[in-house]
């Protein structure tokens, strides 16, 4: 047996939000008894008094989670200042947290700590993580790499980095009770777990492939040993490079990409920061979408994980879209959960968040990346 269930809350007070959620809980649990969940708050919440809640009326649950920059869930839908809650329960997966602290720090050491904690407390084969990891302190790639080391190859890794309601000050993540800052809590589920994803964003390669030839992580200074401003005054004229035109990053075969959204710029150097680590020698296209696309892609994201998932009945699904997709989308934004939702003919418990950077294999078979502008899918069942 593998539940989940869903508790959503757009109550302003933090007493009243978790007690409603709680309460839908408790209903949708019908006397079961959860082992573990994942809370996606706004950031203006008192988030240790929420902590604290649902630990007193779930004594011992394994908790991660963190603050957000808009949430989803299959009781509310989206909504933007709320907190949702999913819980899990089963006879049969054993579902663990850890948490790495000083992330930025040394982001090898960090999440090793994560993993080793949550590892420590298993008895069988883990075969999926979870993570709500910081997203200001350090690089997001940085803190991948870290899990894919510590994991090594038998462990799909999912999830997206924490938000501030696009403040971009200070974000939290949650491990127990604790509210901490440049961490990464995870969530490592073991055992008969089924799982299935879907990964798409609505961007479409234009022009000549190219090449970036000058980088430091996030910042691009020469593509095809140009500035790389050049390149996008090439495309866009006299616009300046915004996140409606990310690049899109290949992998190693060519065929698949991950986008990188555009956060800044120099003039003087010429020089472009992104949301994310660019390799150095990558092969990139600059990316255009509409407004159709975009909400196309969270349909095929769904669409995909639902047709690949390996079991008869899931139990949940987990969505992690970024905030550039809601920023564009503005009033629309609520239709990436509705179109989702429109290809199911039973009610399926969902949850999820608006994230400033993505976690998720491209596809089946492919490594683990980190993404920008997409919207991915995880479903979760057992046998």
């Not at 299959?74 to 948490?99: N, P, R, W």
């Not at 079991?311 to 509705?338: D, H, M, N």
Request: charged share 15%; hydrophobic share 40%; glycine share 8%.
């Amino acid at each position: 047996m593998f539940k989940a269930v869903v508790g959503h809350s757009n109550d302003p007070d933090s007493v009243s939000a978790v007690e409603e959620v709680l309460q839908q809980c408790a209903s949708s649990l019908a006397g079961d008894i959860p082992k573990a969940g994942i809370l996606f708050a706004a950031i203006d919440f008192e988030h240790s008094l929420i902590l604290q809640q649902i630990h007193q009326a779930f004594p011992g649950i394994q908790l991660i989670g963190g603050t957000t920059d808009g949430e989803i869930s299959s009781v509310l839908e989206f909504q933007q200042d709320s907190i949702t809650l999913m819980l899990f329960c089963s006879d049969e997966v054993e579902i663990h947290a850890g948490v790495g602290r000083k992330v930025s720090g040394n982001p090898i050491t960090a999440t090793k700590q994560a993993v080793e904690q949550a590892k420590a407390k298993s008895t069988l084969t883990p075969r999926l993580c979870l993570t709500h990891p910081e997203s200001l302190t350090t690089s997001g790639v940085a803190i991948l790499n870290g899990l894919k080391l510590a994991f090594g190859q038998n462990v799909r890794i999912f999830g997206g980095l924490a938000g501030d309601q696009s403040r971009y000050q200070n974000t939290y993540q949650f491990f127990q009770t604790e509210v901490l800052s440049d961490s990464v809590p995870i969530l490592l589920f073991s055992g008969t777990i089924l799982f299935s994803h879907g990964v798409a964003n609505g961007w479409h390669p234009i022009g000549q492939r190219s090449k970036v030839t000058k980088v430091d992580q996030n910042i691009v200074y020469e593509i095809d040993g140009k500035p790389a401003l050049d390149f996008y005054h090439h495309y866009l004229a006299l616009f300046s490079p915004s996140m409606e035109y990310p690049l899109a990053v290949f992998d190693q075969n060519g065929e698949n990409f991950y986008i990188r959204a555009p956060i800044a710029y120099n003039q003087e150097s010429g020089s472009i920061t992104f949301f994310g680590d660019i390799p150095d020698q990558a092969i990139i296209q600059i990316s255009e979408t509409s407004y159709e696309d975009i909400l196309a892609a969270s349909k095929a994201s769904f669409m995909n994980a639902l047709d690949s998932y390996p079991g008869k009945e899931p139990s949940s699904v987990l969505f992690f879209s970024c905030v550039a997709r809601r920023q564009i989308l503005g009033t629309r934004a609520k239709q990436e959960y509705q179109n989702t939702k429109l290809c199911l003919t039973d009610y399926l418990p969902a949850c999820g968040f608006y994230s400033y950077g993505e976690i998720a294999p491209i596809d089946r078979i492919s490594e683990t990346q980190f993404h920008n502008e997409t919207f991915v899918t995880l479903i979760l069942g057992t046998r």
